[in-house]
């Protein structure tokens, strides 16, 4: 567990910050173009189509594996994953740290968190 506020996550989350980042810094980073961080949405197409935070990098769960040296960051970069709930970022967050990259971090209660706690505007699907 983290001394996060509980705000920053959703109510009841069991947040593990070893393999997880809160919306609210993953939006802070995002925003400010920060050095070593990408953002990754590991949603499909059809899913962007739906809601997309711009200026993340898409690349589709199925299609993780074979895309890692797409990626192009170092092993220690931070890289949050999005997906719509967090289940699916936190599979391929563990799959990045098995093949090397230890700062990639699940964004905690995925796009549907980010809807509820920073942007009402992005639809819930």
């Known amino acids: 567990m983290t001394d996060q ?19 609210v810094e993953t939006q802070d980073k995002h925003s400010n173009n920060a050095d ?8 499909e ?19 993780i594996p074979s895309a890692i040296a797409e990626l192009d960051i170092e092993e220690d970069t931070l890289v949050a994953v999005l997906c719509r709930s967090g289940k699916r970022s936190l599979d391929v967050t563990m799959f990045l740290h098995q093949h090397g990259f230890t700062g990639a971090r699940s ?10 706690r920073l942007d009402p505007t992005l639809t819930k699907y």
Request: charged share 15%; net charge negative; aromatic share 8%.
């Open 5 to 23: 506020p509980q705000t920053d996550n959703p109510p009841n989350y069991p947040f593990n910050e070893s393999l997880e980042i809160s919306v």
């Open 36 to 43: 070593d961080f990408l953002l990754l949405d590991v949603r």
């Open 45 to 63: 197409p059809h899913e962007l189509d739906i809601a997309q935070i711009p200026g993340s990098t898409n690349i589709p769960m199925g299609s």
């Open 107 to 116: 964004v905690a209660g995925g796009i549907l968190w980010w809807s509820d």
